[in-house]
């Protein structure tokens, strides 16, 4: 039991969930969508943003629910998101079966959010297994090929260069914070006074922070104008060159039929 | 510095140091997003009871750049740290916050005239926090009318999304509005004002001592707030126009074809597919 209760504090410390988080940025090297051509990834994507409101049946939606599933499963997502998700979703409908016990009929309530939710749910799912699996470069790539301008599709390749450092740097700032502080002597109930202190401490740490992010995005820029930044925007050669390595494969139209057969099984037979 | 100066034609140019600030906002909008993520949160539903974020950060940053693009930069590094990279990009929901956070932080930002008068400061934070919460929370609504099918056919429900809702809204505005939002931004306006800008070599702007806030009341970026309103709305609803069309569909489609409608979709799908291929593969000239 108690080998449990830390198991679960272990898996729910800040840390874990740090690692984890960055985790799903960034290794998915291996993982089946992460095979796939970021166009066509970025295309299943959209037709899956729609696909779920065509139906109403649940028994439908849950069969897209499953096929989401499988995919995320695929693409190794952080167990904390999908956690995280099955909470949001669990306590919103459990939320509004408890108001419309005041206002009306709460199984009424739920049975009519259920479907809605579902469609929601199957989203996220794919969401989730889209984007956790694509790396920063192909994702930049696609957009790009998509005709999203190069100045943004550089901006989420340098973030996810840029998120583990920035977050290595702020927890230093924290913890040097925290040397130079002392800690309330009473943490009163709950501990209140504890979570204060951390929480005033973690804005706090901000401070020094916005400073070096300048100092930073300041010598980034400078550089990239050094390298020819914005005198390669205009040129076509340029662009080329930074796409020429996409391809679509046999395997790419046949993940993409294969999705929607399935949708069309699924419509049909259930 | 004068060379960092250069391209500054045309009212929507995005030059280097627009490029900077850009970098700027979005790494520290993004950072505070992450980490806020991380922080344990009591969340019933809709409602949220915990740290929403340190909003104060971005309000201040554009409070102290004063351009579109800084306004820009907030929901983006919201949506490159916070969804894409951890994997929980909601799709056309980001279309939201896309076009509403900039044009509320920007007209509240067109606000401040006088950096030094406190009131002032206090007030354009709380609106910025405001404009867009209220907003937001009018499309929440909205999207649950939208997504569910008769709705009005349950006894009670309508009002209890209302009722949650609002209830939210108070919560948030308490919450991240007034605790990391205005009082905060109090104290970091002025610790940054003036020592910013010129790390990334601009002029910090300086406004004018008691000057009244009505004189930065732009028609135009009102009028910003007004459009982009609507739009967010329709980017929200597009996400639910299945569902609005199966309303109308449903009879007749079964009866006729059964469930061989989902040709419909497909057919459509096909379409989105050649048209975004040719997009891709068929670049303009430019």
Known sequence: MMAALDDLREATSVEAIKSDLLRTAYENEGSFLHKLDPRVLLLWYVVFLFVPWLFYDVTVLLGLLVFVSALAMLSRVSLFLVGLMTFTVATTLGSYAVVTVFTGDPVAAVRALIPFTLKLTIISVSSLAVFSSMGPKTLSQGLQSLGIPRQFTFLITYGYRMLPVLFEEYHDLVNSFRLRSTAPSNPGWFRWRHYTYLLKLSMRAFYPMIFNVAKRSRVTVEAMEARGFSHSLQDDASTDLRLADMKIRPLDVGFFAGSLTLVAVLAVFI | MSTLLTGTEGRFSFDRQDMMVFILVMSLTGLQN?????????TVGPLELGVGGFIFIPIVLVLLFRTYWAALAVPVGEIVFGEILLGEFDGLGAMEGLLLIPVCYYFAAKLLQDPENTTQLAIVVFIAEALEEFFATFIDIGKVYVGVEELEAVPGLPESIIVLEGVDFITQMLITGVIFGVIPALYLYPKLHGKVEPLLGMEPFEGERGAPMRRGFSGKALLGVLVAFPLAFVAEATSEVGGALNVVWEPEFLVMYGQSY?????????????????????KPDR
């Open chain 2, 34 to 42: 992450a980490f806020t993520e991380i922080l344990p949160e009591f």
């Open chain 2, 262 to 282: 989902i040709a419909v979709p497909i057919v459509a799908s096909a379409v989105v597919v050649a048209v975004v291929w040719y997009r891709a593969t068929h």
